[in-house]
C-alpha cells in the first residue's frame, strides 16, 4: 500500500513539474492546446466541478469570502438560489442557468412573463436613463413608505413653450415643461394653455394663458359644446347661455337645471358683493312659479371653518339682518318678526306637519373630508372676541365621529379672535365666565343615551356635582392607576341605610384606651341612632371589649384588668344625621321604571319610532296624556296690508301670495 501511494506521488510530480517546464497541463492529450493552461481532452468522460451548498447570491457561504472567477455547482435551494452552476464576479454569484437572469436585449425580449420579468433594479438604488451618456431621467430609489418619483430633464433644462420636456414625435411644439421652480405647464402649438404655479407672485395659482394670448376657454357637458365659455377676445364669460348680454361680463342661464348660478368663495372675503349708491337694490332676485325659490343657501361643500352659507346683520331692535322672508303657504319655515325683537334669521313652522321644521341647516359632506363643519352655528359676540357658541350637526376636528349639538364656552379654553376659525384657537387667560351648555326643563333638564356610553364629563376642579338626590340601577365604579398597563377597579359600597364610617389605629395605655372620633364625623353622626364601633387587637392580649361608645367617641378595656399595652384597629360606622329615616320616589322604586324611562329616551331620528309620554302632573309622574300647552300651539295669523314697495314689486311680476306678511293675532281681534 505504501508502494502504490509513493507512486501516485511521484506522477503527480512529475506532471506538476512538467507543467512548470511548458506552463501547460494536459489530461487526456499530450499535446494540449496552446492557448489553454488546462487542456481536458476525453470522448466518454466529464469534469466534475466542486459541490457545495449555497446560501444566498449576496453571501459567499459555505466559502470565506467573495472571489472574482470562481466557479461551483449549488446544491441547494434557499434564498434566492436554486441548485445549478454559480460564478462569482467578487461581489455576488451569479447564476449560469439559462433564462435565470436573461438579460434585456437590444432588439426586445420574447416569452417575457407579466409580474415576473421586469426592467430595474432589486436593491434601493436610483436607476437612470442616457442618451449621450447624460442622465435624462431618473426613477428615484422608494423612501419609508415605498414611494418612488420620477424626475425628467438635465442640468436645469426643463423644455420651454415651442421645445416642451415632454412632446410628441409629430408635434415637438405639444407638450409639458417647466418655466422654473415649483411650476408646471401645458401647450399647445407653441402657446402656453395651462400653467400649475406654487408661489407665483400672486401666491399658488393654476392659470389658464398666463401669457394674455387670445386664447378662448370653453368647458362641455352632456348636450352642451358651450357649457362654460370664456371669450378670451372681447374678455366675456358665457355660463350655459345661448348668447350673452351685450354690455355685461357674465350670463348664466339654466333650462333644465337647479340653479342658475352658484357661486362661493374658499377665503375670508365676499363671494358676492354687492351694493347700490342708488335708489335700486343691491341684489334683486324675481321668481314667477310657485315651485321655485327666491333666494337658496347651501353649505354642502364647505370644508374648511370659516365660511358661512348666509350672514345676517342686524343693527336695531325691529329689524332683520338676514332680510324679510315670508312663505303664506306654511308647508315651509316662514320668518317674520314682532315689534322691538331682531333677529339674524329666524324660521317658523305655521302648520307643524310631521317632520316639518322651521329652519333646517345640513352639511352634506358624506365621505368628504370637511372638519369643524355644521348644519346651524350660532355664537354671541362682544366686539370682536367670540364668547359662546353652539353648533347643530357639527363634524368635529377629531376623525369621523359627528355630534347632534356641540356647545362651548369660549372662556373655557378655545378664546378666539374673528378670523382665527371658528372652532379652534387658543387662550391663555385664567379668568373663566361662561357657561358652555346650560339646560332647563319642566320635567328634566336633559337626558342622554348613548349606545355605548352614556354621559362623559370631565373638569379640572370637579369632574361632577349634582345638587340634589343621586340614584343608579347599578353599581359605582371607582379606576385607579397602579403605575401598570391596566387600571384596577374599586366598588363603593352600599347600605340599605345612610351610614357613615371612620376608622383608625391606636394603642392601649395600661389596658385602657380613649378614641375620640374626628370632628367632621362627630359633626354629621347621627344623634338618635346609635354609633356601631368593632374593635380588633393586633397581638397577644386578654382581649378587648367596649366600655361605652357615644356620637363624639368610644372607651375601650381589656379583658380581666389587663394591662398591656397592645395595639388595635377600630372601625365606627354611623348614621348620617338627618337621613335616619329614608323615602325614595315611588316610580323609580317601580320594577317597569327603567323601561319606561329608556322608551322615553327615545331616538327620533327612526322612522315612526314608539316612544313612552312621560310628564309630571305636579304631585306625581304619568306616563300617558301628556297635556298640550297653550304657548306651542299654533298661531293665527291674517293678511297685512301690503306696502306701496311689496305693491310696486307685485305690479312688476312678483305674486301676491308671495308677499303676504304674517303677524300674530292682538288680543280681542
Keep these: 500500500m505504501l508502494k502504490n501511494l509513493f507512486q501516485t506521488v511521484c506522477t503527480v510530480l512529475l506532471l506538476l513539474s512538467t ?80 433564462n435565470a437572469a436573461a438579460a434585456w436585449e437590444l432588439s426586445g425580449n420574447a416569452g417575457t412573463v407579466n409580474g415576473t420579468d421586469f426592467l430595474g433594479t432589486t436593491d434601493n438604488v436610483a436607476m437612470d436613463f442616457r442618451t449621450n451618456n447624460t442622465v435624462v431621467m431618473t426613477v428615484t430609489s422608494p423612501d419609508g413608505n415605498n414611494d418612488v418619483q420620477f424626475r425628467a430633464g438635465n442640468s436645469g433644462n426643463n423644455g ?41 407672485a400672486e401666491g399658488d395659482v393654476v392659470i389658464i394663458n398666463e401669457d394674455s394670448d387670445d386664447i378662448n376657454f370653453r368647458v362641455e357637458s352632456n348636450g352642451n359644446t358651450s357649457m362654460l365659455h370664456v371669450d378670451g377676445g372681447v374678455n366675456q364669460v358665457q355660463v350655459n ?41 343691491g341684489m334683486y332676485f324675481i321668481t314667477d312659479n310657485n315651485s321655485s325659490v327666491g333666494v337658496y343657501a347651501d353649505c354642502s361643500f364647505f370644508t374648511t371653518d370659516s365660511e358661512d352659507a348666509i350672514v345676517g346683520h342686524a343693527n336695531n331692535n325691529e329689524g332683520f339682518g338676514g332680510g324679510w322672508f315670508t312663505n303664506s303657504n306654511g308647508s315651509n319655515g316662514t320668518g317674520y318678526g314682532t315689534a322691538e325683537q331682531g333677529y339674524g334669521v329666524l324660521g317658523m313652522n305655521t302648520t307643524a306637519s310631521n317632520y316639518s321644521v322651521g329652519v333646517l341647516g345640513t352639511v352634506q359632506a358624506s365621505g368628504g373630508s370637511g372638519r369643524r363643519s355644521s348644519g346651524v ?40 379672535i374673528d378670523g382665527t376659525g371658528r372652532m379652534s384657537s387658543s387662550s391663555t387667560s385664567t379668568v373663566k365666565v361662561n357657561v358652555g351648555m346650560g339646560a332647563i326643563g319642566g320635567l328634566m333638564g336633559g337626558w342622554a343615551k348613548g349606545s355605548v356610553y352614556g354621559f362623559t364629563t370631565k373638569g379640572d376642579r370637579y369632574s361632577l356635582y349634582v345638587q340634589g338626590r343621586e340614584f343608579t340601577n347599578d353599581v359605582i365604579t371607582q379606576l385607579s392607576d397602579n403605575n401598570n398597563s391596566e387600571r384596577i377597579a374599586s366598588y363603593v359600597p352600599t347600605s340599605t341605610s345612610v351610614d357613615i364610617t371612620s376608622k383608625g389605629m391606636n394603642t392601649l395605655n395600661n389596658g385602657t384606651a380613649r378614641i375620640s372620633f374626628s370632628k367632621n364625623f362627630s359633626s354629621i353622626a347621627s344623634k338618635k341612632d346609635p354609633v356601631i364601633v368593632t374593635i380588633t387587637p393586633i397581638g397577644e392580649s386578654k382581649g378587648i371589649h367596649l366600655v361605652s361608645v357615644d356620637s363624639n367617641g368610644f372607651t375601650i ?84 296690508e301690503l306696502t306701496s314697495d311689496q305693491k310696486r314689486r307685485t305690479k312688476e311680476g312678483i305674486k301676491k301670495e308671495t308677499l303676504v306678511v304674517l303677524e300674530e293675532e292682538k288680543d280681542g281681534e
Excluded at 246 to 262: A, C, D, F, I, Y
Excluded at 389 to 413: C, E, H, V
Aim: no cysteine; aromatic share 10%; charged share 15%.
Design 160 to 200: 420651454t413653450e415651442s421645445l416642451p420636456m415632454y412632446t410628441f414625435s409629430n408635434d415637438t411644439n405639444t407638450g409639458i415643461w417647466s418655466d422654473g421652480g415649483d411650476e408646471f405647464s401645458l401647450g399647445g402649438g407653441g402657446q402656453e394653455m395651462l400653467t400649475i404655479d406654487e408661489g407665483a
Design 19 to 98: 507543467n512548470t517546464s511548458i506552463a501547460q497541463v494536459g489530461i487526456g492529450t499530450t499535446t494540449p492546446n496552446t492557448d489553454a493552461q488546462l487542456d481536458i481532452s476525453s470522448t466518454d468522460r466529464g469534469v466534475l466541478m466542486p459541490r457545495v451548498a449555497l446560501t444566498a447570491t449576496t453571501s459567499p457561504a459555505p466559502l470565506t469570502a467573495d472571489v472574482a472567477g470562481m466557479m461551483v455547482y449549488n446544491t441547494a435551494t434557499a434564498g434566492d438560489v436554486t441548485p445549478g452552476f454559480y460564478y462569482n464576479d467578487g461581489a455576488v454569484w451569479v447564476s449560469m442557468t439559462p
Design 377 to 416: 352655528y350660532g355664537s354671541n359676540s362682544n366686539g370682536t372676541t367670540q364668547n359662546a357658541a353652539g353648533a347643530l350637526g357639527y363634524r368635529p376636528s377629531g376623525g369621523g365621529t359627528y355630534y347632534g349639538g356641540y356647545f362651548f364656552d369660549n372662556n373655557g379654553g378655545v378664546d378666539h
Design 557 to 640: 378595656k381589656e379583658n380581666a384588668n389587663g394591662s398591656s399595652n397592645v395595639n388595635f384597629t377600630w372601625i365606627a360606622v354611623a348614621t348620617k344625621a338627618g337621613y335616619e329615616t329614608m323615602t325614595n320616589p315611588e316610580e323609580l322604586l317601580a320594577a317597569d321604571y327603567d323601561t319606561k324611562l329608556n322608551n322615553f329616551m327615545i331616538d327620533d331620528s327612526i322612522e315612526n319610532p314608539k316612544g313612552q309620554e312621560m310628564w309630571w302632573d305636579g304631585s306625581q309622574i304619568k306616563y300617558s296624556g301628556t297635556p298640550e300647552s297653550p304657548e306651542f300651539g299654533y298661531s293665527n295669523a291674517k293678511v297685512k
Design 241 to 281: 347661455a345661448g348668447t350673452i348680454m351685450t354690455g355685461s361680463h357674465l350670463s348664466v342661464g339654466t333650462q333644465n337645471g337647479t340653479e342658475g348660478m352658484n357661486i362661493f368663495t374658499s377665503s375670508s372675503g365676499d363671494a358676492i358683493y354687492n351694493q347700490s349708491t342708488g335708489s335700486g337694490y
